[in-house]
T-cell receptor
Framework: AQSVTQLGSHVSVSEGALVLLRCNYS??????LFWYVQYPNQGLQLLLK??????LVKGINGFEAEFKKSETSFHLTKPSAHMSDAAEYFC???????????FGKGTRLHILP | ETGVTQTPRHLVMGMTNKKSLKCEQH?????MYWYKQSAKKPLELMFV???????ENNSVPSRFSPECPNSSHLFLHLHTLQPEDSALYLC???????????????FGPGTRLTVT
C-alpha cells in the first residue's frame, strides 16, 4: 500500500531563509506527486504537481519541488521565505494503479521575523 | 460568488441532531468531493461524485449521507454523529473525476463541525 510521510509537523524558518519541507512516499509503481497549501480558514490550494517529465517542478509563489526516485522523495523548497508563506503544507501521492489520492499529515510552516 | 463555497462555516450539533452541510461550486465543474480533515490525521477522501453519480465511497459510516442533486451542488447529511466525527469537512470540485492526474481540485474553505 502506498503512503506519504512528511517529516516534521511544525517547521520554523526566519524570513528570507531557505524553506525546506520534506516528503517521502512509498509506492510500488511510479507515483504522481502533489504539494498543496492551506492558509488559515481556507481550503487547500494546489502549489505544484509532478506527473511525468522534468523532475524539478516549479509552482506558484516561488515554490519548487524535485522528484527523486532513488530517494523516494519529493521535497518542497523556496529560496527565501516570506511572512505570507506561513501556512500548512500537504504532500499527496496518487498511484496510477488505482488513482487513489493519499495525503500526508501536513507540515505547519512558521515564519520568524 | 466565485470558486467553491461551503455553508455553514461552523456547526455545533448534538449526537441526536440531524444537520446538513452544503457545498456549491461556481466553476462549471462536473466532479465534486467531500473530505474530512481531523487534527493530527491525514486528509481523508470520503465521497466522489462525477456528473452527479457517486463514483467513490471510502468506507464512510452510514451516519454520513451525501447528496448531489446537480453538478454544482453537493450536500452532506449528518445524523446520529459521534464526538470523533468532529473535524473540518472540506468540499472540492474539479472539471472531471475521470482521473485526478489531469484535473486540479479546487477546495472550499470548509465547515468546522463540533459534535457534543
Amino acid at each position: 500500500a502506498q503512503s506519504v510521510t512528511q517529516l516534521g509537523s511544525h517547521v520554523s524558518v526566519s524570513e528570507g531563509a531557505l524553506v525546506l519541507l520534506r516528503c517521502n512516499y512509498s509506492s510500488s509503481v511510479p507515483p504522481y506527486l502533489f504539494w498543496y497549501v492551506q492558509y488559515p480558514n481556507q481550503g487547500l490550494q494546489l502549489l505544484l504537481k509532478y506527473t511525468t517529465g522534468a523532475t524539478l517542478v516549479k509552482g506558484i509563489n516561488g515554490f519548487e519541488a524535485e522528484f527523486k526516485k532513488s530517494e523516494t522523495s519529493f521535497h518542497l523548497t523556496k529560496p527565501s521565505a516570506h511572512m505570507s508563506d506561513a501556512a500548512e503544507y500537504f504532500c499527496a501521492v496518487i498511484s496510477n494503479r488505482d488513482d487513489k489520492i493519499i495525503f500526508g499529515k501536513g507540515t505547519r510552516l512558521h515564519i520568524l521575523p | 460568488e466565485t470558486g467553491v463555497t461551503q455553508t455553514p462555516r461552523h456547526l455545533v450539533m448534538g449526537m441526536t441532531n440531524k444537520k446538513s452541510l452544503k457545498c456549491e461550486q461556481h466553476l462549471g465543474h462536473n466532479a465534486m468531493y467531500w473530505y474530512k480533515q481531523s487534527a493530527k490525521k491525514p486528509l481523508e477522501l470520503m465521497f466522489v461524485y462525477n456528473f452527479k453519480e457517486q463514483t467513490e465511497n471510502n468506507s464512510v459510516p452510514s451516519r454520513f449521507s451525501p447528496e448531489c442533486p446537480n453538478s454544482s451542488h453537493l450536500f452532506l447529511h449528518l445524523h446520529t454523529l459521534q464526538p470523533e466525527d468532529s473535524a473540518l469537512y472540506l468540499c472540492a470540485s474539479s472539471q472531471d473525476a475521470g482521473t485526478y492526474l489531469t484535473y486540479e481540485q479546487y477546495f472550499g474553505p470548509g465547515t468546522r463541525l463540533t459534535v457534543t
